[in-house]
């Protein structure tokens, strides 16, 4: 019979219920969706990296020979190693295009996953296996025949396979690009064989890609391999690796986004369910007197308010797995695989996703019992009298004095009213805030990375294309190129440095070996193009670089812990001499943390400057790379990658904004319903006084308007918190670019948010018309 | 300010549920200015509802009900509303004074419906509460809550007092200190009308009128109403 009850009793609190149905689902939702991509990113990225083999070790050095080769081979943790030539070049007919090529002679380590055509054959001179997704992106198809010049070589190859490859997960040209664009970067395999046979024995190959038997001997092999072949400059694991670092990242920021909404939403769903089942309860006392009178045990009647949300909660819990991941799971998967090549990626439901929901449902039912418990537990003669108000006059003394004696009877009563249903009110203020933090964040997430296009391509870099020399870019070569396009030039050094402050000593180059202790790779930017490349300090403000030492960005100095003044040891990768420099200042840079010096310190130094890009002012012929030189790229093009992601992320928002004015429809409905019903006996009385509906409609409203102001002054800051929170946490140590709000999206946040309860609170008012004096006096009698 | 009441053939059905209830049946009934009604009848008899309809809370399903020759039947909700803030001062059984607001406040929510509104404060001195001004409801004993329901009633310095059980929540010694307020104000021009059940409020109105069943069974004016005091309560 109670079954029939509780059915009833939802369908006649409908709105309440619902509120509480939703917050739950929604709280399960969002983990369970964020999780089933990000554990599935996760988990099908484990998969193909054991199954195709990704690299555990990469040896950089001038050229390895096949000897080398088969010494790395004859390692006894060495499971399988490949030479590689990677270049990057622009097909011919492609000029936007950059392709990185990789000449391989096998396929045993990051093997690809070939999802048309053929298997890789190193033995066919005419096979290209290309990049599937840029293959999608620019429609090329099996068959499709592609002409590549490289220095003095030109090669047609026939599209053999589209593949993808473990260690192009996250496939970008450079460290200049955050967002991988198919459309004018990819990655294709050829085999040595594509080349003509007299040069194919003389191919250099400067990388080779080991898989090793136990990764975790990572580090002792390293050394071995070092000692073994004397050619290797750098051996780096796939901490180093931009691709896997940058899949990692991007699954760990998931976890970000679902325990704050999570986290979010289930403080809604508890608020809810405290303000409502308090009230519902308190309804229901005189009923619960009668159970408990026919002799119902109160363990029963306990069970029976329990299992309305028990049941509500389970339900909602349910829904929001299967919702979770069908819905969220697969947009946000679909949407990240835009970006990461990941074959045969899918969503995951770990347990962890079983046991929150689990847990929500268990809060749910704890909080339902915390608030109903009070009037559980009285005697069945007291629950069936009528309960006396209890009004506590301390709550109400702020308002008889000061300033607030100045305010109106009207303000002064819902001041008070708001002291007295606090419960409603603080649910209300949290869930407004919490929809206006939605939007903050989702304005914010815009701002904040047009913030950085403007730093970085307005502020930062006012070149309009650059020209990557080719390593062996001769000295008439160069000269010819600077007369072309300029002087502004800068060099990358890739250093090892030691860890910690060495002791001062400007620019003294260290003979020794390197001295006990760790080290870490880094680079160095050494610059020679003061109008290309600007410099920016901790405010924003533009930085002159001296010649007396090296600067290193803000961010970097801390994971270092390097302060001005500090001294620190390094040397170039692949030269034995060590350097101990002083640091002269820091500067702020969005994407690359690093250090910098002017050419002319370099020098003074004794280690020569080789330049090894060129920056010009006028936006050239990506397709017309002149000799010495190995790719031409344009700032418009490297712009057009953020602009397209930037496209997809205004979508998100809008689902962001359509969520959070649904939420906020949804909580204001609900507290509406509530304080109407605590207000109705008290707006019957001033309508029998004479109110008339237009008047009491702006009573209700004000209150409605006094709550949303203090809940959206409270969200717009909390809002701010929260992006730089998902920044601080989603983006790497390479990034270094805080959250940034404009003042008009905190406008546009504000008054659409206070517009949205408005127009709840509105039609929550016309309710009013409709009260019956002489009923709603009688039942409150 | 004084009102006269005339009700011409007032009915009033309620429907529920498919099924019809007629609260009152055809009730012809002259009010004169400036006396002290008691309507009484059992539970049911439809003295509520009388009121309802005088008061302008409700309106009939059928016939006229005069205020000094106007027929309010057919007023707008607007129109109800302004007639009850500047004509009526209402007294119920439970108060029904808004517990988030002071004594003071409470009666002074009213002066702004009405045009001729008295002070508040001269109000609630008028029923013996001038040293409560500050006090909220619940510090006030229940005989208290109910002189500040009469201050707010007749705050609005109405033409009609219109009492629902105005003492049924009272002990009886209180009671009589409410009666005298009202009987007070009717002695001042007002015109109040009580409805209750307790038969001894015959003893002490000028107009007494008995309800049964929806219907006017008797109206009774007398001639010589027993001092508050001297009836046994």
């Known amino acids: 019979m109670l079954k029939k009850k509780l059915l009833r009793d939802l369908r006649r609190n409908l709105s309440q219920f619902f509120v509480i149905f939703m917050m739950v689902l929604l709280s399960v939702m969002v983990f369970a969706g964020v999780h089933a991509y990000m554990d599935g990113m996760r988990i099908s990225a484990e998969q193909i990296y054991e199954a195709y083999n990704l690299a555990d070790l990469w040896m950089t050095g001038e050229g390895f020979s096949e000897q080398e080769l088969k010494t790395v081979l004859a390692d006894e943790n060495v499971a399988a190693a490949n030479r590689v030539l990677t270049v990057q070049v622009t097909p011919d007919n492609m000029k936007d295009v950059t392709l990185e090529l990789n000449l391989i002679e096998d396929n045993d380590v990051c093997r690809m996953y070939v999802f048309e055509g053929e298997a890789f054959d190193p033995e066919r001179e005419d096979g290209m296996w290309l990049d599937r997704e840029f293959a999608k992106a620019r429609g090329l198809k099996i068959g499709d025949t592609i002409t590549l010049s490289y220095e003095m070589l030109h090669v047609t190859a026939k599209i053999a396979g589209l593949v993808e490859t473990p260690d192009h997960a996250y496939s970008i ?163 990240e695989m835009d970006y990461f090549e990941m074959p045969q990626a899918h969503i995951v439901m770990v347990p962890l996703v079983y046991v929150v929901a689990a847990a929500c449902v268990l809060v749910i039912v704890l909080v339902t019992w915390l608030s109903c418990r009070r009037i559980l537990n009285e005697p069945a003669s007291q629950a069936l009298r009528t309960e006396v108000p209890a009004v506590k006059n301390t709550r109400f003394c702020l308002t008889t004095k000061g300033i607030f004696r100045k305010l109106s009877t009207v303000t002064k009563w819902n001041l008070r009213d708001i002291a007295r249903n606090k419960g409603r009110c603080i649910a209300g203020v949290v869930g407004i805030m919490g929809c206006t933090m939605l939007v903050v964040t989702a304005l914010g997430m815009f701002d904040t990375i047009q913030n950085y296009l403007n730093w970085q391509f307005r502020v930062l870099n006012r070149y309009e294309s650059y020209i990557v020399v080719s390593s062996s870019c001769t000295d008439a070569q160069m000269e010819a190129l600077t007369d072309t396009y300029g002087n502004e030039t800068s060099q990358t050094l890739a250093l090892e440095v030691k860890d910690g402050k060495a002791a001062p000593g400007s620019g003294t180059p260290e003979s020794e070996a390197a001295q006990s202790g760790t080290t870490s790779t880094q680079m160095m930017l050494v610059t020679d193009a003061p109008q290309s490349l600007i410099f920016t300090g901790h405010d924003g403000k533009e930085l002159t670089l001296s010649e007396e030492g090296v600067y290193i960005t803000e961010k970097l100095s801390k994971t270092l812990k390097l302060e001005i003044g500090d001294s620190f040891t390094w040397h170039v990768y692949g030269e034995d001499e060590w350097y101990t420099t002083p640091i002269v200042g820091t500067y702020r840079d969005p994407q690359n943390q690093r250090f910098a010096c002017t050419k002319g310190y370099l020098e003074k130094i004794g280690k020569e400057y080789r330049p090894d890009t060129i920056y010009s002012m006028e936006e050239l012929d990506r397709s017309a790379v002149p000799d010495g030189a190995e790719v031409i790229q344009t700032k418009s093009g490297l712009e057009t990658g953020v602009q397209s992601m930037l496209g997809r992320m205004t979508s998100v928002i809008y689902l962001f904004i359509g969520f959070a004015a649904l939420l906020a429809v949804v909580i204001l409905y609900n507290l509406g319903i509530l304080s109407y019903s605590e207000k109705q006996y008290q707006f019957a009385t001033l309508k029998v006084l004479g109110y008339r509906t237009k008047a009491l409609r702006h009573i209700f409203n004000q209150q409605g308007r006094i709550l949303a102001l203090i809940s959206i002054l409270l969200g717009l800051p909390a809002g701010y918190w929260m992006i730089s929170y998902i920044f601080e946490a989603a983006l790497g140590d390479g990034y270094d670019f805080r959250a940034y709000i404009r003042p008009v999206s905190y406008v546009i946040a504000g008054i659409g948010i206070f517009l949205v309860s408005a127009l709840v609170n509105d039609l929550m008012s016309r309710k009013i018309r409709s009260i019956d004096m002489v009923s709603s006096l009688k039942a409150n009698e | 300010m004084s009102l006269a009441l005339s009700l011409r053939s007032v009915s009033k059905v309620y429907s529920t549920g498919g099924h019809s209830f007629k609260a009152l049946d055809q009730v012809d009934l002259d009010i004169e200015e400036g006396k002290l009604v008691v309507i009484l009848g059992p539970s049911g008899a439809g003295k509520s509802t009388l009121l309802n309809l005088i008061g302008g809370m409700d309106i009939p399903s059928d016939g006229t009900i005069r205020v000094n020759g106007t027929d309010i039947s057919t007023y707008s909700e607007n129109a109800l509303a302004d007639y009850r803030a500047g004509n009526i001062g209402f007294i119920f059984q439970f108060y029904n004074i808004l517990p988030t607001l002071t004594v003071l406040e409470n009666v002074n929510l009213v002066a702004d419906l009405s045009e001729h509104a008295i002070d508040g404060k001269t109000a609630l001195e008028a029923v013996g509460l001038g040293d409560h001004l500050d006090k909220f409801p619940n510090q006030l004993s229940g005989g208290e809550q109910q002189r500040v329901s009469i201050a707010r009633a007749i705050a609005k310095n109405p033409a009609l007092l219109l009492c629902d059980e105005p003492t049924g929540a009272l002990d009886s010694a209180t009671g009589v200190t409410i009666l005298k307020l009202l009987k007070e104000q009717a002695s001042r021009g007002k015109t109040v009308i009580i409805v209750t059940h307790n038969s001894l409020f015959a003893d002490i109105a000028d107009v007494v009128v008995r309800l049964k069943n929806g219907k006017i069974r008797s109206v009774t004016k007398v001639e010589a109403p027993m001092n508050i005091d001297d009836v046994e309560w």
């Open chain 1, 173 to 335: 040209k450079d460290s200049t690009e955050i967002f991988p664009d198919h459309n004018t970067f990819g990655y294709a395999y050829l085999s040595r064989n594509v080349l003509p046979g007299p040069v194919r024995n003389l191919v250099p190959f400067p990388s080779i890609i080991v898989d090793l038997k136990d990764p975790e001997l990572f580090d002792e092999t390293k050394a071995r391999l070092q000692a073994a072949v004397p050619g290797t400059l750098a051996v780096t694991g796939r901490g180093e690796l931009a691709s896997y670092v940058g899949y990692q990242s991007e699954v760990e920021e998931g976890e970000t986004y679902s325990f704050v909404f999570t986290a979010l939403f289930l403080f809604i769903a508890i608020l809810s369910v405290i303000t409502t089942m308090r009230r519902f309860v308190k309804k229901e006392r005189t009923q619960i007197g009668i159970l408990k009178a026919l002799g119902f045990r109160k363990g029963r009647i306990v069970r029976h308010y329990i299992s309305y949300n028990l049941l509500l909660s389970v339900v909602a819990a349910v829904l929001g797995i299967v919702l979770g991941a069908a819905l969220i799971g697969r947009f946000f998967l679909n949407m």
